[in-house]
């Protein structure tokens, strides 16, 4: 499996904006569909987005479409998620994750489908 290391998390003021990122080793990245989740205090753990290997297929929860992107550079086993407007209702620990399998964003939002995970990044976003 492939290992995982977020950064970038951190505190900021609704409006605002941070950059998570996502070191892997281990594994070659191309092989792997990556995915960006988060779960907040008291709540089950929710997809945020996805992307395919060469990034031709993404997807977003309806929740922070418009609001973040992710991307990848392969040439540097990385994943990112640009979070901009953020708002308090995102504040969670953000994980991302690693699948070989998935093709469609009805599948790459499944969770459980995801074989690596991270040990993830708190963001808190104050209104």
């Known amino acids: 499996q492939v290992a995982l290391v977020e950064t970038g998390g951190g505190l900021v003021q609704a409006g605002g904006s941070l950059r998570l990122s996502c070191a892997a080793s281990?594994?070659?990245?191309?092989?792997?569909?990556m995915g960006w989740f988060r779960q907040a205090p008291g709540k089950e753990r929710e997809f945020v987005a996805a992307?395919?290997?060469?990034?031709?297929?993404?997807c977003y929860a309806e929740a922070v479409k418009g609001r973040f992107a992710i991307s990848r550079d392969n040439a540097k086993n990385s994943l990112y998620l640009q979070m901009n407007s953020l708002k308090p209702e995102d504040t969670a620990v953000y994980y991302c994750?690693?699948?070989?399998?998935?093709?469609?964003?009805?599948?790459?939002?499944?969770?459980?489908?995801?074989?690596?995970w991270g040990q993830g990044t708190q963001v808190t976003v104050s209104s």
């Open positions: 281990g594994r070659t990245f191309t092989n792997y569909n």
């Open positions: 994750a690693a699948r070989v399998f998935g093709t469609t964003c009805l599948s790459l939002k499944q969770g459980p489908e995801y074989n690596s």
């Open positions: 992307i395919t290997r060469s990034g031709t297929t993404i």
